[in-house]
């Protein structure tokens, strides 16, 4: 079984400039999630998607991210303008139906540098 | 909203000791609590989880303990090897939310 792809794995931008991330699922996993993880720190969610749908957005920072998985398979994340508190690695992951105890599956991330 | 501590935060034993990892959740509703592997540079991977109608599971070396009255998890690795060094993160869910998860525990295991 394949597992959740994302691209790129890294990314080096300049503070102000904008970056876009993306990330296939595991195949037939309706939710996906996309968590921001920043050095030394668990996982944390910015969003996740029930198919083309936002179930929870409640974390993701509305002013300079913004998400779309337009149809209900692959999704991207962007940042624009980006900051140097973005630095982190950003991790997505998908579950089947995206039940309470549902193995969540993640992908190997892409780590960003903000300069 | 719920908030997962996580202790220690550095963890070394040497090679064939056992390890305990502890975490502390704040939201009595939480029903689900997972624990990740995440080794240097690579994602996480769930290692084991157990629910909140269970006081323990164990798988191998691995187990996991919860005491839902005081409202902590732990994880024990016994016959540790140092394959086991990682960054190990608990979580915690409850129906209707998301995953919280603690700060992480770097387990080192000494040749």
């Known amino acids: 079984e394949a597992g959740v792809a994302q691209s790129p794995r890294y990314k080096i931008i300049e503070k102000r400039q904008s970056v876009a991330f993306w990330c296939n699922p595991i195949?037939?996993?309706?939710?996906l999630y996309w968590y921001q993880q920043i050095l030394g720190q668990g996982p944390k969610l910015l969003i996740q998607f029930q198919n083309n749908g936002v179930v929870d957005d409640s974390q993701l920072p509305k002013d300079r991210f913004s998400a779309e998985r337009l149809k209900g398979v692959d999704s991207t994340l962007k940042i624009q303008p980006a900051k140097l508190e973005d630095s982190a690695v950003y991790l997505c992951a998908s579950s089947l139906v995206g039940g309470v105890a549902e193995t969540q599956y993640f992908g190997p991330g892409t780590r960003l540098l903000v300069l | 909203g719920e908030n997962v501590e996580q202790h220690p935060s550095t963890l070394s034993v040497q090679e064939g000791d056992s390890a305990v990892i502890k975490c502390t959740y704040s939201d009595s509703a939480s029903n689900y609590f997972p624990w990740y592997k995440q080794e240097l540079g690579k994602r996480p991977q769930l290692i084991i989880d157990i629910r909140s109608n269970v006081g323990e599971k164990k798988d191998q070396r691995i187990a996991v303990t919860l005491n839902k009255t005081a409202k902590h998890f732990s994880l024990h690795i016994t016959e540790t090897q140092p394959e086991d060094s990682a960054v190990y993160f608990c979580a915690a869910r409850q129906y209707g939310q998301n995953f919280v998860f603690g700060p992480g525990t770097r387990l080192s295991v000494l040749p």
């Open positions: 195949s037939g996993h309706a939710t």
